[in-house]
């Protein structure tokens, strides 16, 4: 039941990739169209949903009632940014792949595949507990997973040298501006006119497809043999989905020694922890001249072991 639960969650998303790399291998796109669908999702469509996504999902009561539970979903971020720089240096990995690896690690696709998933397999009961990863999770992409993209590109020349520090014209993107501006209007209550709202959600509602398309285009492009479990790509799905989750289990029951920690607690961070990369991970790779192939298979790779980890997972958290 839990598998079949996990491959409906999955399905759309492995149907969409499909599309785009078939459309694609049938010359329906023109050759900069993928280019056009990064700039479209980065500067218009990916701040509008981000932006809607706070209205729909955060509350601040929930805020106030489950605030502490940031602690340790932040926490697991942060052990899992050093993970990832631990695994980096052990392997010596390449210039842009590394960006991509931390992300990969650390950021999850807790949206169109966590949420979802959560709600088929525990309920609406579980949604103010996702509500917390979810904040998380994307204050560590437009925050930290950015920074390290930003400072690994793939290609470096006498020209453009490779970046050291923190752009901050970069990291001020419109996505991170636009969840800065939805948290304040959440905080002062503004009220949002529906007319407005509903441009926004129709526009962000593209981010997601769009993304996945893109993700088909660029296998067909690259060739389906791209798809492959390379030493970089097996280390960033040890990451994801090992290392990750036991991270999450172990902080959830130290924490439970100091707060009241429920059922849903455990089962939804140890579930959001594992969920597979998030989809934009390839546009935001474009956008900072890294390695697109390699963001590409780890996006592709863990979505569709997806599948086998959720049930691994759920048997697991019987026995906590």
Known sequence: MVFFTSLGSIFPVIFIIALGYVLK???WFHHTFSE????????????ASIFVSVFKY??????ENLSNRLIFTFLSVIIGYLVAYLMIKA???????????YNAVVNGNTIFIGMPLNIALFGEQSLPYYLMYYITNTISIWTLGYIFLENDPMEVDSKNRKRSGINWKKLLSPALVAFVISF????????IPKPIFNTL???????????LLYIGIVLADAGLHSIRFDKDTVLALIGRFIISSVVMIVLVKLAGHYINITRNDLNTYVIQSATPVFA???ILTNETKGDIGYATNVVTTSTILFIIVVPLLMTILKFL
């Open 25 to 27: 291998k049938r010359h």
């Open 36 to 47: 056009n669908v990064s700039k479209l999702i980065m500067n218009v469509s990916l701040p």
């Open 58 to 63: 955060l509350k601040l009561e929930v805020l």
């Open 91 to 101: 392997v010596k990995m390449r210039d842009g792949r590394r960006g991509a690896f």
């Open 184 to 191: 304040i209007f959440l905080a002062l209550k503004v009220e």
């Open 201 to 211: 959600d129709y526009v962000g509602e593209i981010v997601t497809p769009l993304a």
């Open 280 to 282: 934009a991970l390839p």
